[in-house]
């Protein structure tokens, strides 16, 4: 039996413990002023022990298989307050129940069929989620709809394997069965809707699914101060000194219902000074992991331009021009402020935010998907075409059907019915605890 607090430890009005295995909810009515018999029902209660209230609880029991993990589960819904949980925490502890692991509770509704693996994750991509069209699509994961579409294809895949591989003992005949079930048309249709699929899917990376905006360029221009003036707080120093800034800042704001990490980074020029080399060595290698670069220039760096777009391959930048206050671009840019006046700060972030949006155009997303899902979906569309060449060739029927073997081997790979330990283990350790 295992128990965790599933709210934060801060003082707060609520917070809300649970608890999971067989027979906790008898274990738990022996710590209550009366026990509770019925299951999905809130009551009301106290706890007590040792002949001492430790607080009043609203209380929720469930009994297996109707719970989040399937097993007999209790919701205890306690007051708030630091030392009422750590009561608590004591009472169960006393109880012989065991503080769960990070996401124990989702792997034992893993194990138990409640969840499929990518629903699992999709778990932890909602609480991670920062606005609200990605929590839109990982909801939607969460229940099961892109799990529906997986299996769906699966079913069709598993048939006509069955199909190709009941035309192999009749071998003689092997061409005319095929044509006669359709089967060269019925595999190009399920290419089609996994390619679909991967269309319609974003896929999430850890790193950039913060929307990071890098304030990138020649030292001195003014990056911190435009940095500083976007957060509306001194976050980073400021001077005259080329070369002032050494590391990564990062902060975070939201503009719009958006979250953004801004993150300002050492001036990028050639120098003998090794501290400030790491700097800029480490602006180089956040380029690759920001979603948007900002190429921040002065009156003096401008010739600089060409030098710096080299180093943004095809990232999606903005070129900035800053200090407008004390004189103006004599070529064209994105964008012209000034961190001293604040003037056309207010375009800036609207174009910064017009950027985001249209870079994760997650506006004309289905799914929300992993690197890890996306994997078993390319191999899928690989075993798949490689099928197809050998049905439409007329040729290595039997291989064929190994193909979609492979193809439906990938399927479940995503769902989880074949996995590994280790890749359980990756999974879950993102969770929070109690979840
Ligand atoms: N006139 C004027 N001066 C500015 C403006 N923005 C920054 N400065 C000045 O430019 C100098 C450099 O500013 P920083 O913000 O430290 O520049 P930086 O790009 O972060 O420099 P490094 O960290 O060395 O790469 C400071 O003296 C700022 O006061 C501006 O809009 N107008
Ligand atoms: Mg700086």
């Known amino acids: 039996m295992i128990f965790a607090l599933a709210t934060p430890v801060?003082?707060?009005a609520i917070a809300v413990f649970r608890i999971s295995g067989e027979g906790c909810c008898q274990k738990f009515n022996s710590v209550i002023n009366k026990p509770i018999l019925n299951f999905r029902e809130v009551f009301l209660r106290d706890v007590v022990w040792e002949g001492v209230l430790v607080d009043r609880c609203s209380i929720v029991y469930y009994s297996s298989p109707s719970s989040y993990t399937g097993e007999d589960s209790i919701e205890v819904f306690c007051?708030?307050?630091?030392?009422?949980?750590?009561?608590?925490?004591?009472?169960?502890?006393?109880?012989?129940?065991?503080?769960?692991?990070?996401?124990?509770?989702s792997r034992i509704a893993f194990e138990n069929g409640k969840l499929s693996l990518n629903e699992a994750e999709a778990v932890?991509?909602?609480?991670n989620s920062e606005d609200a069209e990605r929590s839109q699509l990982s909801s939607e994961a969460?229940?099961?709809?892109?799990?529906?579409?997986?299996q769906?294809?699966?079913?069709?895949?598993?048939?006509?394997?069955?199909?190709?591989?009941?035309?192999?003992?009749?071998?003689d005949e092997d061409h005319d069965f095929i044509v006669?079930?359709?089967?060269?048309?019925?595999?190009?249709?399920?290419?089609f809707s996994l390619a679909d699929l991967i269309d319609s899917s974003l896929v999430s990376s850890k790193k950039l699914s913060k929307n990071r905006v890098l304030f990138f360029g020649p030292p001195n221009t003014g990056k911190s101060s435009l940095f500083n003036r976007m957060l509306g707080f001194d976050r980073a120093l400021v001077s005259n000194i080329p070369g002032t800034t050494r590391d990564l800042i990062d902060s975070e704001v939201f503009y719009n219902s958006v979250n953004m990490e801004l993150v300002d980074s050492a001036g990028v020029r050639e120098t003998d000074d090794?501290?400030?080399?790491?700097g800029v060595a480490l602006s180089g290698d956040e380029v690759k992991n920001s979603n948007l670069i900002l190429v921040i220039l002065d009156h003096d760096t401008e010739e600089l331009l060409p030098s710096f777009k080299s180093r943004l391959s095809d990232k999606k930048h903005l070129i900035v021009f800053n200090k407008s206050d004390k004189q103006h671009p004599k070529s064209c840019c994105d964008c012209v402020v000034s961190a001293k006046s604040g003037d056309g700060v207010r375009e800036l972030k609207k174009k910064i935010f017009e950027f985001i949006q249209e870079d994760k155009d997650i506006t004309k997303k289905t799914f929300i998907i992993r690197e890890r899902h996306l994997k078993c979906f390319s191999s899928a569309l690989s075993s798949l075409n490689a099928c197809i060449e050998k049905i439409s060739n007329e040729r290595d029927i039997d291989v064929a059907a190994e193909d979609l073997r492979l193809v439906r081997s990938s399927f479940d790979e995503f769902l989880g019915i074949k996995h590994s330990d280790d890749l359980l283990g990756d999974i879950f350790k993102d969770f929070c605890i109690g979840k």
């Open 10 to 12: 801060a003082q707060s």
């Open 79 to 105: 007051h708030g307050g630091l030392s009422v949980i750590k009561s608590l925490t004591e009472v169960f502890l006393s109880l012989g129940f065991r503080e769960a692991n990070p996401g124990e509770f």
């Open 124 to 127: 932890v991509d909602l609480i």
């Open 142 to 150: 969460v229940a099961g709809k892109l799990s529906d579409v997986v």
């Open 152 to 171: 769906a294809l699966g079913k069709e895949v598993d048939a006509l394997r069955v199909f190709i591989e009941g035309s192999i003992d009749f071998s």
């Open 180 to 191: 006669a079930g359709n089967i060269e048309e019925r595999l190009v249709k399920i290419k």
């Open 274 to 278: 090794l501290i400030e080399r790491s």
